[in-house]
């Protein structure tokens, strides 16, 4: 109950194109879901998070789709760019309970 | 520094060694983890500190696994007799208490086991 089951594992996107990753969770007590971004010899950085209070949520090209009843969210990345190529991680927090659940991560590569 | 501190970065060691992994956290965050990412693997939770509570150590792997934390400070990973399954990144983060406070990592120390 305490896993996040991220997909696809590896995903390549034509420049300008958009990158879709989804994961799924069964923990309804989970409150708080972010997506991380970890470039190669790097250590995960937050790139945008969610509630599950609210349905969507965009920052620039990084979008955040929220589907409660479903026990599933995505990351869209519109226009996408070399530079976005990274490895991807979804997580799950529950509240009171400070410990993140990590998907297993998606391996984006744009190409030019 | 502003950021989350670790040390070493690289760190290659014979199997059954000792090894010590540091982590500086970000000044005033109440709220330290550590994780352990094997190659091309997601994030593994190892242990979690929260100011004087008891540690949450319910994710190390086996008795070999151990972690300290002074105060609300620096922490230590210790991994006694190192075996090749070890090799791994081990991430540190930090961060403020509360569901919604962002939890910033570390660049990780790179352990192999020979």
């Known amino acids: 109950q305490q896993q996040v089951k991220q997909s696809p594992q590896s995903l390549i996107v034509q420049k300008g194109g958009i990158s879709i990753i989804n994961c799924a969770y069964e923990?309804?007590?989970?409150?708080?879901f972010p997506w991380y971004q970890q470039f190669p010899g790097k250590g995960p950085a937050l790139l945008i998070a969610?509630?599950?209070?609210?349905s969507e949520k965009k920052e620039g090209r990084f979008t955040i789709s929220f589907n409660k009843s479903a026990k599933q969210f995505s990351l869209h990345i519109m226009d996408s760019q070399p530079g976005d190529s990274a490895t991807y991680f979804c997580a799950a927090r529950s509240g009171g309970y400070n410990k993140l659940i990590f998907g297993a991560g998606t391996r984006l590569a744009v190409h030019p | 520094g502003a950021g989350v501190s670790q040390s070493p970065s690289n760190k290659v060691t014979e199997k059954g060694k000792d090894v010590e992994l540091r982590c500086d956290p970000i000044?005033?965050?109440?709220?330290l983890y550590w994780y352990r990412q094997r190659l091309g693997q997601g994030l593994e939770f190892l242990i979690y500190f929260q100011g004087n509570s008891a540690p949450d150590k319910s994710g190390l792997p086996s008795d070999r696994f151990s972690a300290e934390r002074t105060g609300e400070s620096v922490s230590t990973l210790t991994i006694q007799r190192t075996q090749q399954e070890d090799s791994a990144v081990y991430l540190c983060a930090s961060s403020l208490v509360g569901t919604g406070n962002t939890i910033y990592f570390g660049e990780g120390s790179w352990l192999t086991v020979v």
């Open positions: 969610i509630r599950p209070d609210v």
């Open positions: 000044s005033g965050h109440t709220a």
């Open positions: 923990n309804t007590a989970f409150d708080y």
